[in-house]
């Protein structure tokens, strides 16, 4: 059990007065005590009797001592009552750690003037989340009113609060005050806008910018739009600032939101922020919200190898290999024959080259036939397995390349690796928190995808959005982007076949965003609840669905799932068609030389 450590000071207490501080810590699981009294010590003894009685342990020190002294308890749990009626009662309240102001901590302070009392207290930040309860005595024997105290803003221009709580009449009959109402507290909130604003001011912006509308982060105007439901909840307004940054280090200090929190000139965050170690030491994430999605979105490439792969993919390069070596084989055994006498007979072609057997193979292969004549029996076997061979083969590869240019190409690139080994180019949108997650990660792929495809010495490929997603409908381009964003742009721009090419690989997982304050900012608890109601209601995800645009569908119609051959498909056809004929002409070339150069010879000799 926690240790729950109460401080009182006080000058006389009646043994009434003790037992509404026993009610009080009883109704709040209290059992330990700090007694910081300005009386006689049988009196001191007397009172410590009763709490023990009670099982409340009570420490006395007398109000003399250094104040201070209350951080020897630790942070645990704390509770104090103090009774004006000692001299200069309010003292501790200028010397004690504002720590200790906190809801955590009790205030009982005894009071038989609660105007003066209060007035006294509104000079300390006793902020909404304390827990004050001014004591003060009616006319009545053993009947005591009850009064909480608190400030709806200290630093915020808020309103000092005294509400009627209950009353002790041999009883506690206490009621339960949900501090709801801060009575129009200004909170100074920061907003991260990047894109310019043109004819309207930042507020109209933030009010009248409608979904549908592409804008820097759609994140930004959906968090507004939820914590504009917390201002109508709990009765306050914001005082709107602009930044430029979520919060990164520049010189050893946050800028941006999370440095607006830090330095007090902001309340709370109007956009929501990653969670991050380094943040949270200067900030309190009260709590989520959404996440954010970005990844690489791109047209996955229909030949991931290269056009040329089309003509190779339908076999393995060891069948390849077995092919030529039997092809080769067969080849060699023409040869041989050619060039037994015993195998010639009468009626055989005279041409028994090996050029020959090679015009053999090759016409086998084209499926054109060939007009070699031989009588062998043993010559005719190979010639009509030789052509059983190439038929069978041409029939498959020739089908399994048509089907290849016609089918949907399967998925190859599947991860950042896969894109890293791609042909593929390379961006990211031009957004501060991807370039500080390259600035930070350890990641070997994402270093080397960074170095190699994004930020070299010819390309800086942080891009905007709307050219990003461009050059992705264009074609063999990853581009890097919050998934919200990519959306809305391909539903406007792209055609169904190319939402249907399109395909996402991850950098890094789905990030969750928080709403955030200042560090022990007095407005947490509301914030939390604030926004816990909101997602229990369905609120959130009205605004998700509203803000978010979903994945454009891929609708198959028999238009879209028809794949026609371009030139491109068919270009290395046409460049093996021209290379073959300027190695012809080449060749040509040579033999012209040749001819006249033996003809020059022929002639000198003569």
Known sequence: MNLFIFVLIFKFCSISAVSIYIDIFKSKNLENAVMFHCQNLSKVVLNQKVFFANNIKITSLKTE?????????????????????????????????????????????????????????????????????????????NFYYLYEVFNNGFYTHGSFVVDYLGYWNQKLYANQNIRTNLTGVVLKCAVVVLDPIVNQTFEHYLEYTKPGVIVDSLHKLKFYTLIKY??????YRYSLQRTNSWGYLRNGSFD??????????????????????????????????????????????????????????PLTAEVWFCILAVLALSGSVMCIMFNIKALKTTGDDNDSSSSMAFLFIFSAISQQGTTLTRGSTSMKIVIFMTFIFTLTLYQYYNATVVSTLLREPPKSIKNLRDLLNSDLKAGVEDVLYNKDFFKRTKDPLALELYHRKIVTSRHYNFLEPEYGMRLVKRGGFAYHVDSITAYRIMKRSFSEREICDAH?????????????????????????????????????????????????????????????????????ALLMLAVGILFAVLILVGEILSYRFQKKVIKYCN
């Open 256 to 313: 941006g939101v999370v440095g607006a929190l830090q330095r007090r000139e902001a309340d709370i965050g109007g956009t929501p922020v990653f969670f991050r170690s380094d943040r949270a030491k200067f900030i309190d994430y009260v709590a989520p919200t959404w996440q954010s999605r970005p990844c690489f979105i791109l047209r996955h490439p229909k030949y991931p190898g290269g056009f040329y792969s089309i003509y190779t993919r």
């Open 230 to 235: 917390l201002e109508n909840m709990y009765n």
């Open 504 to 572: 996402e690989i991850h950098l890094y997982p789905p990030q969750n965003m928080a709403a955030v304050l200042q560090k022990d900012s007095p407005y947490r608890e509301h914030i939390t609840v604030g926004i816990r109601k909101i997602f229990e209601s369905g609120l959130m995800h009205r605004l998700k669905s509203i803000w978010d645009e979903p994945k454009p569908p891929c609708v198959r119609t028999p238009d879209s799932s028809i794949f026609s051959v371009t030139l491109r498909e068919f270009s290395m």
């Open 65 to 141: 001592l250094n104040f201070t002294n209350i951080g020897y308890f630790g942070h645990s749990k704390l509770g104090f009552i103090v009774d004006t009626a000692c001299t200069s009662w309010y003292s501790i309240f200028e010397i004690i750690d504002k720590r200790f102001f906190k809801r955590s901590y009790t205030w009982l302070i005894y009071t038989n003037n609660l105007i003066s009392t209060s007035n006294t207290l509104s000079q300390y930040p006793i902020d909404i989340n304390s827990d004050f309860i001014l004591i003060k005595k009616s006319g009545r024997n």
